[in-house]
């Protein structure tokens, strides 16, 4: 894949490469996801033929380095895959955007062993990964965590519960944040990694949600778990840190599946703006209207080139990733929130209907506010930032 620090994006322009991705991905979704989103919608199932599809394309974990069988994305390369699918279903952008999630703190703290080991199966298809920070009481407080890893030998055993898991039952691989010294309390949290098949492990019942109602979500319950000590990721009491530098780069996914739903919703509008007739004429001819297209559409780009920006500060490593990543994904999804709310008055009372994807698409927007941290969470992220003097002087 393209190299960004040396790809002409710093203006935010694509590469060919990067070009040639979004064509592929695009004609896949249209192909072999759009037509099943309302069906995974209203049946609350996993989108399988997404999963499918992606897997063949080599579109489901595409950030996998070359040299663990992956496709070698640039973080740029991630955003579009996840933004294009997005554009056709949100429920099936999670599937590259939550393996990479789950899998990128191995990335980043995990022993060579850890990712070959793991980092291979991904990328071969063999499972998806899942993230588990959240629990019944660390939401937005994630540094109180209560599950809990005990040593034992050449072994940690886990126990305690983890909420909010998306995917989870699907994936066959979990990174895990658990307590290893409470006294510590953050400093005290470390990272492991955890399979399905790993006796001990069980779920909750999949929660009824307002929208990705295609991507499950459940809580993962860890009793008397039993692993081997070599999956821990680095090192005892780094896994708050891991955590935290995961979601720097990982909030850029989800700004750019907001930036792709709000882009579904767009087209959407504009394509029954032209083709609705009311006092004779195409309601695309009435001022009013083209004001509300012109709005969206320059939110919607707005957002884009940010999150371009973003990933550009991801793949670099930038030390003011923090402030760019927790602003591309606010914004883009409140954007994401606007934009879709908007198509649906676009299309009037039919908008309000399951019969157009509009009113799908704006249940999905939402999410995109809450998970990863909430927006309010992310605007404080960005004023200690702010306040630290570590946004870049442009």
């Given at each position: 894949?393209?190299?960004?620090?040396?790809?002409?994006?710093?203006?935010?322009?694509?590469?060919?490469?990067?070009?040639?991705?979004?064509?592929?991905?695009?004609?896949?979704?249209?192909?072999?996801?759009?037509?099943?989103?309302?069906e995974?919608?209203?049946?609350?199932?996993?989108?399988?033929?997404?999963?499918?599809?992606?897997?063949?394309?080599?579109?489901h974990?595409?950030?996998?380095?070359?040299?663990?069988?992956?496709?070698?994305?640039?973080?740029?390369?991630?955003?579009?895959?996840?933004?294009?699918?997005?554009?056709?279903?949100?429920?099936?952008?999670?599937i590259?955007?939550?393996?990479?999630?789950?899998?990128l703190?191995?990335?980043?703290?995990?022993?060579?062993?850890?990712?070959?080991?793991?980092?291979?199966?991904?990328?071969?298809?063999?499972?998806?990964?899942?993230?588990?920070?959240?629990?019944?009481?660390?939401?937005?407080?994630?540094?109180?965590?209560?599950?809990?890893?005990?040593?034992?030998?050449?072994?940690?055993?886990?126990?305690?519960?983890?909420?909010?898991?998306?995917?989870?039952?699907?994936?066959?691989?979990?990174?895990?944040?658990?307590?290893?010294?409470?006294?510590?309390?953050?400093?005290?949290?470390?990272a492991?990694?955890?399979?399905?098949?790993?006796a001990?492990?069980?779920?909750?019942?999949p929660?009824?949600?307002?929208?990705?109602?295609?991507?499950?979500?459940?809580?993962?319950?860890?009793?008397?778990?039993?692993?081997?000590?070599?999956?821990?990721?680095?090192?005892?009491?780094?896994?708050?840190?891991?955590?935290?530098?995961?979601?720097?780069?990982t909030?850029?996914?989800?700004?750019?599946?907001?930036?792709?739903?709000?882009?579904?919703?767009?087209?959407?509008?504009?394509?029954?703006?032209?083709?609705?007739?009311?006092?004779?004429?195409?309601?695309?001819?009435?001022?009013?209207?083209?004001?509300?297209?012109?709005?969206?559409?320059?939110?919607?780009?707005?957002?884009?080139?940010?999150?371009?920006?973003?990933?550009?500060?991801?793949?670099?490593?930038?030390?003011?990733?923090?402030?760019f990543?927790?602003?591309?994904?606010?914004?883009a999804?409140?954007?994401?929130?606007?934009?879709?709310?908007?198509?649906?008055?676009?299309?009037?009372?039919?908008?309000?209907?399951?019969?157009?994807p509009?009113?799908?698409?704006?249940?999905?927007?939402?999410?995109?506010q809450?998970?990863?941290?909430?927006?309010?969470?992310?605007?404080?992220?960005?004023?200690?930032?702010?306040?630290?003097?570590?946004?870049?002087?442009?």
């Amino acid at each position: 894949m393209t190299d960004v620090t040396n790809s002409d994006f710093s203006s935010y322009g694509l590469t060919e490469e990067h070009r040639a991705i979004r064509e592929a991905v695009r004609d896949l979704c249209d192909a072999k996801v759009a037509p099943y989103a309302a069906e995974v919608d209203e049946q609350s199932r996993f989108p399988q033929e997404a999963a499918d599809a992606l897997r063949a394309a080599d579109f489901h974990a595409p950030h996998v380095p070359e040299e663990y069988g992956g496709a070698g994305a640039d973080a740029l390369a991630t955003c579009i895959v996840i933004e294009e699918v997005a554009r056709a279903c949100v429920s099936s952008s999670l599937i590259p955007a939550v393996n990479k999630l789950g899998s990128l703190p191995i990335q980043i703290g995990g022993s060579e062993q850890l990712k070959k080991e793991y980092l291979t199966r991904l990328a071969a298809g063999e499972g998806g990964f899942s993230y588990c920070l959240s629990e019944p009481d660390a939401g937005s407080d994630a540094a109180n965590q209560r599950t809990r890893a005990v040593r034992d030998g050449d072994h940690y055993v886990l126990n305690g519960v983890k909420r909010w898991i998306t995917n989870a039952g699907v994936s066959e691989y979990y990174t895990v944040l658990a307590t290893t010294d409470p006294d510590k309390r953050s400093r005290g949290i470390s990272a492991f990694v955890v399979e399905r098949s790993d006796a001990g492990v069980s779920f909750g019942a999949p929660e009824k949600k307002l929208g990705i109602k295609g991507s499950p979500t459940r809580e993962v319950y860890f009793d008397n778990v039993r692993i081997p000590a070599d999956r821990l990721i680095g090192e005892e009491g780094q896994g708050f840190e891991i955590a935290l530098r995961t979601l720097d780069h990982t909030r850029v996914t989800i700004a750019a599946q907001a930036v792709g739903v709000a882009q579904g919703a767009l087209d959407y509008a504009i394509e029954y703006a032209k083709e609705r007739q009311q006092f004779g004429k195409s309601i695309a001819d009435f001022q009013g209207l083209q004001f509300l297209i012109a709005e969206m559409g320059m939110k919607v780009e707005a957002a884009r080139q940010m999150t371009y920006a973003a990933a550009a500060k991801s793949e670099r490593g930038d030390d003011d990733l923090t402030f760019f990543g927790a602003a591309a994904k606010c914004f883009a999804s409140d954007v994401a929130m606007e934009v879709t709310t908007n198509a649906v008055q676009v299309l009037g009372g039919y908008g309000y209907t399951r019969d157009y994807p509009v009113e799908r698409m704006m249940r999905d927007a939402k999410i995109t506010q809450i998970y990863e941290g909430t927006n309010q969470v992310q605007r404080i992220v960005m004023a200690r930032q702010l306040l630290a003097g570590v946004q870049s002087q442009l």
